[in-house]
């Protein structure tokens, strides 16, 4: 059972409605989703697109999310050799080149494959569209053995119906204040609450605050006591809801304020 907030956003929620029908299908990553909270847990079919104004977001297990859009168009985050959706995606993006979040084997019919990182340290830059779909990166960089690989990692943002949702990847740092204007303002944060291949749980917390999503939905976490533990660090400012399904539909209208959603598996 999920429990929703109910708290007086009335004029935020018409400010909203507004701001929905004077811009464009994609999101411009502004801070619009501030109204009642609510998810709808629905059983995913793949032949069917969420309604204007929804996003069906589906954790498929790790690092690794199946975005579809109203228009149909879909993208899988951290795509991988082991971890796949049930249809093959428009979009994949491949945060780090680490073995369970990339590989080079990508299925025949997607249309763009995005690369979180660039070769030799350089910088790789994304900005596509595919219907109502908007996808574009932010890089950072990743501890090794012996120091850092610069760009190795990205912050993929995706952008639609009035939502901006921002999938961390293997970051291991907190964010500076470029990163922070480069990403926008974000309503969904999807965040790896491992505590050790990523960064500490207490820094990942901080990252989140520095964000200020609406919604956080953990990944990346292997263990429920992990989890359990990432959620006490921050359930002072967002708590959790429990999802009995591994799919939701979301919407700027309707989407749980300062709420950890946890979706089954890790």
């Known amino acids: 059972m999920l429990h929703w907030l109910r708290s007086m956003v009335a004029p935020l929620a018409a400010a909203s409605a507004v701001l929905g029908m004077a811009t464009a299908a994609l999101a411009n990553c502004f801070p619009i989703a501030r109204a009642p909270a609510s998810v709808v847990p629905v059983a995913f079919q793949p032949a069917a697109a969420p309604d204007q104004g929804e996003v069906r977001l589906s954790f498929l297990g790790h690092s690794s999310f199946l975005i579809v859009t109203p228009q149909g168009a879909t993208a899988v985050t951290d795509y991988n050799g082991t971890i796949r959706a049930s249809i093959t995606p428009d979009i ?27 070769q030799d340290g350089g910088v790789t830059e994304h900005d596509i569209t595919e219907r109502d779909l908007r996808v574009r990166n932010v890089p950072t960089n990743v501890r090794e053995f012996g120091g850092t690989r610069y760009n190795g990692n990205s912050i993929f943002v995706f952008e639609v119906a009035d939502l901006c949702i921002a999938h961390l990847g293997h970051l291991h740092h ?72 591994p799919t939701v539909t979301l919407s700027s209208l309707k989407l749980p304020y300062h709420k950890i959603l946890v979706l089954p598996g890790s």
């Open 92 to 118: 994949v993006t491949m945060n780090n080149a680490h073995s369970t979040h990339y590989t080079d084997f990508v299925e025949p019919g997607v249309k763009h494959i995005l690369r979180g990182w660039g």
């Open 174 to 245: 907190t964010l500076t204040d470029v990163h922070l204007g480069e990403l926008g303002y974000i309503d969904v944060l999807l965040v790896p609450a491992d505590g050790s291949y990523t960064m500490a749980q207490e820094l990942m917390v901080e990252v989140i605050r520095q964000i200020g999503p609406t919604l956080v939905v953990p990944m990346h976490y292997f263990s429920s006591h992990t989890l359990g533990r990432f959620i006490e660090l921050i359930e002072d400012s967002y708590q959790p809801i429990f999802s009995e399904t």
